[in-house]
């Protein structure tokens, strides 16, 4: 026994109990009443506090490239930020470059540069298919599932996105090799339509940026997706939900048996596209400063997310962490290189990695739903989903000791400039409060946020390998 947490309450997915939590060799080795330290184990006083397995953020960018930049935090910062926030498993997602690049050897491009950067949790990947014409193409996935990176992504919108063909070829082979397809559903020529003509008025600002990505242009999206999937006969991940219609076709794919599951982000539950309006000028945040794609929605499909939590429609609870500077922002307004700027060249991407998890254990002790809805949503699922939960996910013996101590009765506000950890010079969430905060977190046994401070090292991050999981209904 290396560590022993004392008399602290376990929450789980399913339950909350009293009970001491012992770590060995950065396993769980032991949980239990009354647990004896041995000899040399330090412990932890957990009283009053609850005990919950680390969360995962399914889906972040770090140090992306994207509209002519590259999001600011990278794989030591962007996952310090994480462990202070009580996260210690991220997934990252890796894009094919467009020279016809296979899948694999994008995967191997991308892990040098983590490596590099020393991550501080532990991670794993994503696959961003921008390639799928061949079935030469399809086959670089196998490789991929056969290290242990087991899911892949397809974008419906953007200039590196794919179409419904190629959307259907990499459903249909992921199914023949048992992998999970997830899918950014927005309408890209609609999309593309609506820009024109807003441009072509002389809407420029932030608000049009929902416009042009609205409630009607996701859902549509969603709604074929799910179509296609039902037809490729598989799987579906819908990242990053953010509609209603999205939403009840979710609902009513999964009541009819498909195995259709979906994520939703802490921004889409906070706020809605009134931010693109005027921002929040009394935070020094300016609409452009929300952008992100999708963008927020509106009230009506905001409910229908929080509906979709507490029924289990929507299973996974996530971030889309990217952020940019707020020069960078400011190109919607004047580009990099001195030209009028409009939404359109506004780099899109928030931060939010380090608040996921303060954020929503907040909602759950405000009474929003249940801590152990929080836990499921942000560690328990994920795990199953992307096929780590035989070392992540949960307080259960045998697993890695992911842990944090968080107490319900600590108030904490988000101040960029003093309290959080990322490369950043905004963020969205500045001035939250959450009720309740992590006093400590874990990553297998080791200490890396001591309720104030990173404690860790960079490097400390190990790659985590994903194994494949068949789903047959819409049940884990």
Known sequence: MDLLFKGGTVVTATSSFKADVAVKNGKISAIGANLKPEKKAEVIDAKGKMILPGAIDGHTHLAMPFGGTIATDDYFTGTRAAACGGTTTVFDFVLQAPDGEGMWDAVQR???ICKKDGPAIDYSYHVGVGNATTQEMLDTMDECVNNGITSFKVF???DFGVDDGQFFNVLQHA???GALVGVHAENNDVNKCLNAKYLAEGKTEAWWHYMSKNEAVAGEADVRAINLAKMAGTSLYIVHLDNKQGVDAVVAARAEGYPIFAETCPQYLAFTKDVYKDGIPSLGLRARDFV???????KESQDALWNGIKTGAVSTLA???CPFLQS????GITTKDGKPGNYTTIPNGC?????MYPYILSEANKGKISFEKAVEIAAANPAKLFGIDYCKGAIEVGLDADIVVYDP???FEVKNAENQHGALDHTIWETSKFKGYPTSVYSRGKMVFDGKDYVGESGDGQFVKCKKVKFKGPEF
């Open 110 to 112: 991308r892990d040098a």
């Open 156 to 158: 419906m919108v953007y």
């Open 175 to 177: 199914a023949q090799i």
């Open 292 to 298: 992100c794609s999708p963008p927020m929605k509106g």
């Open 319 to 321: 971030t889309d962490h």
């Open 328 to 331: 960078e922002k400011d190109w």
């Open 351 to 355: 931060a939010g990695i380090e608040n």
């Open 409 to 411: 009765k600590k108030s």
